[in-house]
């Protein structure tokens, strides 16, 4: 498990050639799968500004580890709508609030979302309904 607020600033390397494309700029979530499903990269050239999550070889403590330059710029054509989520508004289905957002535990091998931590408690992942510009949505208790 790896928090998103670790994985932010992370260099991203390329395991043949040993090179940094970039660094971790922040991860797309989709909302129906409850799963990162890219890396959006800072500093990178232009065809590998976004990675697909099945195109890392592995996440860790110290970086991002695609296969190559090659495969960086491959992977799906379109990804959800990327809104950062730290720090968002946490509304149940029935509008009731739940805080603010401040942290989501990931796995770092399949990119499932684990636990949205917010300022009133944890929320299993499984709960997790919609992102947005305004608030992060979860399934009310």
């Known amino acids: 498990m790896m928090l998103v607020s670790q994985a932010h600033g992370l260099p991203v390397i390329t395991a043949e050639e040993a090179e940094q494309l970039g660094r971790v700029s922040g991860l797309t979530i989709d909302p129906r799968t409850r799963s990162v499903v890219c890396v959006r990269l800072s500093g990178a050239p232009k065809h590998a500004t976004t990675i697909a999550w099945d195109l890392i070889e592995g996440v860790g403590r110290s970086a991002v580890v695609v296969r190559s330059l ?18 968002k508004r946490v509304l149940t289905e029935h509008g009731t609030e739940h805080g603010t957002l401040k942290d989501i535990a990931f796995d770092t091998a399949t990119g499932h979302i684990h636990t949205l931590y ?9 709960h997790l309904l919609g992102i947005g510009e305004y608030a992060v949505v979860v399934r009310g208790a």
Do not use: M, Q
């Not at 090659?70 to 720090?87: C, I, K, M, N, Q």
């Open 118 to 126: 917010t300022a009133l408690g944890e929320i299993s992942g499984n």
């Open 70 to 87: 090659a495969s960086a710029g491959l992977g799906r054509d379109a990804f959800p709508t990327h809104h950062e989520v730290l720090g």
